[in-house]
């Protein structure tokens, strides 16, 4: 059984920057696809950015360009580092992990929630005006 556990969140105003960290545990396979979503209170749970098992990276187009997934398969631990933080980037982030197919298969578009086996708890990123 794959757990996982989010660190990182917190305050910042906006502009400012946060990187957020997922551990996986000791029975995470190596070659596992990886990603994080957000959802807001009221909102749907969307898709931030994904990394394949090669290394391969894909982002919502809002987070393009200011967000950064990377992974420690050594450590199993994947990280998202967040700058240029804006007030709608406010929401609960979650660590996702599972994801049967390679990104390829998702036209290189975060895959949707339900492709997803393991999640973690979530970790609360709140962004001030």
């Known amino acids: 059984q794959v757990q996982l556990v989010e660190s990182g969140g917190g305050s910042v105003q906006t502009g400012g920057s946060l990187k957020l960290s997922c551990t996986g545990s000791?029975?995470?396979?190596?070659?596992?696809?990886m990603a994080w979503f957000r959802q807001a209170p009221g909102e749907e749970r969307e898709g931030v950015a994904a990394i394949d098992s090669d290394g391969t990276t894909t982002y919502e187009d809002s987070v393009q360009g200011r967000f950064t997934i990377s992974k420690d398969s050594a450590k199993n631990i994947l990280y998202l580092s967040m700058n240029s933080l804006k007030p709608e980037d406010t929401a609960m982030y979650y660590c996702?992990?599972?994801?049967?197919?390679?990104?390829?298969?998702?036209?290189?578009?975060?895959?949707?929630?339900?492709?997803?086996?393991?999640w973690g708890q979530g970790t609360q990123v709140t962004v001030s005006s």
């Open positions: 996702a992990a599972g994801l049967p197919l390679s990104l390829r298969a998702y036209g290189y578009y975060v895959p949707p929630a339900a492709a997803f086996r393991y």
């Open positions: 000791k029975s995470t396979p190596s070659q596992i696809r």
